[in-house]
Nanobody, 120 residues
Framework: QVQLVESGGGLVQAGGSLRLSCAAS????????TGWFRQAPGKEREFVAA????????YYRDSVKGRFTVSRDNAKNTVYLQMNSLTPEDTAAYYC?????????????WGQGTQVTVSS
């Protein structure tokens, strides 16, 4: 069993920054990819960013490119999402997810989410 725990969410003014963390524990094997997703009220969940096991490959949705940075520390089994220049449109519950196959096709494990609220 794999557990993912997100932290770092909160209330911030537009233009501010937050850093989310995703700590993984349990039976983790292989070179998994980790992704960040978000879901705003009344909207579908959407992909935000992802990072490969080595950290050599990162992926972002267009609207966060240049503002968000995903990174990982495998020694700590933790992935981070640094979010800068936040806008009210970034307000959502943010979830991290783990893709054991490492190909980005299927995320099998999900955290409980952390709320990010950006005020105008």
């Amino acid at each position: 069993q794999v557990q993912l725990v997100e932290s770092g969410g909160g209330l911030v003014q537009a233009g501010g920054s937050l850093r989310l963390s995703c700590a993984a524990s349990g039976r983790i094997f292989g070179h998994y990819q980790t992704g960040w997703f978000r879901q705003a009220p009344g909207k579908e969940r959407e992909f935000v960013a992802a990072i490969s096991w080595t950290g050599a490959m990162t992926y972002y949705r267009d609207s966060v490119k240049g503002r968000f940075t995903v990174s990982r520390d495998n020694a700590k089994n933790t992935v981070y999402l640094q979010m800068n220049s936040l806008t009210p449109e970034d307000t959502a519950a943010y979830y991290c997810a783990l893709d054991p196959a490492g190909d980005g096709l299927e995320y099998d494990y999900w955290g409980q989410g952390t709320q990010v609220t950006v005020s105008s």
